[in-house]
């Protein structure tokens, strides 16, 4: 049966990727984020994920606003990354574990998620990011990448991005392969990139949020979509990707670590590392 170790979230802003590329993690600028990973490596090196499911959403890589689905799953044996711009360097390509994809799909159509499978997908910063982020050495884990719309509106809800991920920790669980997986959410935190509002930030809401979402995940899912937009910006529905994360994490959640910092390329950049430990067989009476 496959375990899951915990989730991870974290920002992806494509800075980041040009900053790994110049080698400016000990810039003072950087320091503070970068220095919020150590842990995560430590973290990493002892559990040995064999495989990451990644929740993210497309910057029009794969999808544009012509056709954009609300959820897709991506169900290759590889997922490479292509120019997308804004001087970063073309990634590795990621090694894709497609018989879990499969399950996981077979899985979430089972539960009523009508998803997109993609036996053909690229993967933009919002994946490669993390993965040199969380994996410098470029010994990535295979991934499961699970595209949400966090772009055109109308956007799925809080709720229903919740349950998405229960339905995926659900399949994970029903998989016979001995596996251990770690599941990432990418985007955020707070942060509003066009418009009256750019360069928005708010610090308040970035806190509940990672607080909530270790102890009390389903409080958040009273937020509205426009609720979202006005609390953490536009592009801080990201956040949407960090509600999948947690609803894959099936067990006793408990927050390990950490690390906020305000601004990261006009961003509230944060990195939340969540450890899953089976719940405790209740005794019989
Ligand atoms: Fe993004």
Redesign the pocket.
């Known amino acids: 049966m496959a375990r899951i170790i915990g989730g991870i979230g974290t920002t ?2 494509p800075a980041i990727g040009k900053a790994i590329a110049d080698g400016k993690q000990n810039d003072p600028y950087w320091t503070p984020f970068f220095s919020g990973f150590h842990a995560v490596h430590k973290w990493l090196a002892r559990e040995k994920p064999d495989v990451a499911v990644v929740f993210s ?1 497309d ?1 029009g890589l794969n999808f544009f606003l012509d056709k954009l689905p609300t959820f897709a799953v991506g169900a290759a044996h590889e997922y490479r990354n292509e120019d997308e711009g804004w001087g970063i360097p073309v990634s590795a390509t990621a090694k894709g574990d497609a018989a879990l994809s499969w399950h996981l799909i077979e899985g979430l159509v089972g539960d009523g998620f009508d998803i997109t499978m993609c036996q053909e997908m690229l993967v933009d910063h ?1 994946v490669t990011i993390p993965l040199n982020l969380m994996w410098p050495d470029g010994n990535w884990p295979q991934i499961v990448p699970v595209s949400i719309n966090t772009v055109q509106h109308p956007l799925p809800s809080m709720a229903r991005c919740f349950e998405l991920g229960r339905s995926v920790g659900r399949a994970l669980m029903t998989y016979p392969k001995d596996l251990k997986v770690v599941v990432i959410g990418t ?1 955020g935190l707070s942060h509003q990139l066009d418009g009256k509002r750019a360069g928005f930030i708010n610090r308040d809401f970035d806190t509940l949020c990672m607080d909530q979402l270790t102890s009390d995940p389903e409080s958040l899912t009273r937020y509205t979509i426009p609720h979202l937009v006005e609390l953490a910006g536009a ?1 801080g529905v ?1 956040f949407l990707n960090w509600m999948a994360m947690r609803g894959a994490l099936p067990g006793t959640v408990s927050e390990l670590h950490r690390n906020y910092h305000i601004p990261i390329s006009n961003t509230a950049a944060a990195t939340l590392v969540l450890e899953n430990r089976p719940r405790a067989q209740r005794k019989a009476a």
Do not use: L, P
């Open positions: 992806h802003v959403n910057h919002a985007g592009q990201e």
